[in-house]
């Protein structure tokens, strides 16, 4: 097993330690990602990836042995990273996180290099940790049933489209799908979750039988799960563009929204294979950019509820 090589990322040159090391194994799709794979797989999707990294404190899902080995949820930057590494102080309940900041090339591809298979970042930037300026639904199906999902996301759709609210569809690469809402981060936390609670509940009410915003699972029973709880201070999503660390090396991936009713399409479409072609498709071109405020949507969602 090769020791180390250098990889070129922008400015930087990064040592690569074991690249022959396998984090995913294929699982039937295809070859098994090494680190060598997984960092140039980061170094490729880079350039799509951080915008929607860039200002944002990340926790890392770090696998240094590979899926056999132990998982490492890591919100503190670890000191040995390079001072050019960037890290941000965030509060917490009785005291702060130094969290680490990914703001080019060479930071993912560090990073790959710590085995940090999965990026989970904050919904708001280290600059205005209080202010979310994107929102996400969660779909959660009871089931591993695409199709679930599939009419689920049509269903929200239409309510955020009745709410005049712009959204991106993302695969999240395990079995759900995630909706996107820029905002202007002009709301604090309590003020975004407590609206996307209730258009969740206008649309478990228009479809009960299929839809639930119930928070134990013994309460869905087969329902698909509309979760909104990571809107809320220093709770994560996983990045657009990240690797899931499953066997098949998934990727979460942002798609159009014509895709939707692609036979094709299911959570676990894209892999580390083909996921940088599905980027430079640029499914979500100018759309994190139209942030809105949540006033006008508001007024419509209470009149839909009254």
């Known amino acids: 097993m090769a020791s180390a090589h250098t990889v070129r990322a922008g400015r930087r040159t990064v040592e690569v330690h074991r690249p022959d090391k396998v984090l995913l194994p294929g699982g039937g799709r295809g070859e098994d990602v090494t680190k060598a794979g997984l960092v140039a797989y ?8 951080l915008p929607h990294l860039r200002g944002r404190p990340l926790m890392l899902e770090r696998h ?31 005291g702060t996180v130094c969290h680490v900041v990914c703001e ?28 979310p300026d994107r929102m996400v639904f969660d779909l959660d199906p009871a089931v591993d049933d695409f199709a679930q999902v599939r009419r689920a996301a049509h269903d929200l759709g239409e309510l955020l489209d009745e709410l005049e609210l712009p959204y991106g569809l993302m695969t999240t690469g395990s079995r759900g799908l995630h909706a996107v809402v820029p905002l202007k981060g002009d709301e604090d ?25 119930a928070a134990r699972k013994k309460d869905r029973g087969d329902r698909l799960y509309l979760d909104v709880q990571r809107n809320a201070y220093a709770q994560t999503a996983v ?40 980027a430079r498709t640029r499914p979500w071109a ?11 949507a508001r007024r419509r969602l209470s009149a839909l509820r009254d």
């Open 42 to 49: 980061y170094r490729a999707v880079a350039p799509y990836m």
């Open 64 to 94: 240094p042995d590979g899926l056999d080995g132990p998982r490492f949820m890591q919100k503190n930057a670890s000191e040995h990273y390079p001072d050019w590494i960037r890290r941000v102080e965030m509060t917490k309940e009785g």
């Open 104 to 131: 080019d090339t060479a930071s993912l591809v560090y990073l790959a290099d710590q085995a940090c298979v999965t990026l989970h970042r904050w919904l708001s930037r280290a600059g205005a940790p209080d202010r």
């Open 189 to 213: 936390f309590d003020d975004v979750r407590e609206f996307a609670k209730e258009a969740a509940e206008v649309l478990a009410g228009r479809h009960p039988g299929r839809l639930t915003t």
């Open 239 to 278: 990045a657009p563009f990240t690797v899931r660390a499953r066997p098949g090396a998934p990727v979460a991936v942002p798609f159009a929204r014509e895709q939707l009713d692609d036979p094709a399409l299911d959570a676990r479409r894209w892999t580390v294979a083909d996921a940088v072609e599905q």
């Open 286 to 296: 100018g759309l994190m950019d139209r942030g809105r405020s949540l006033g006008p």
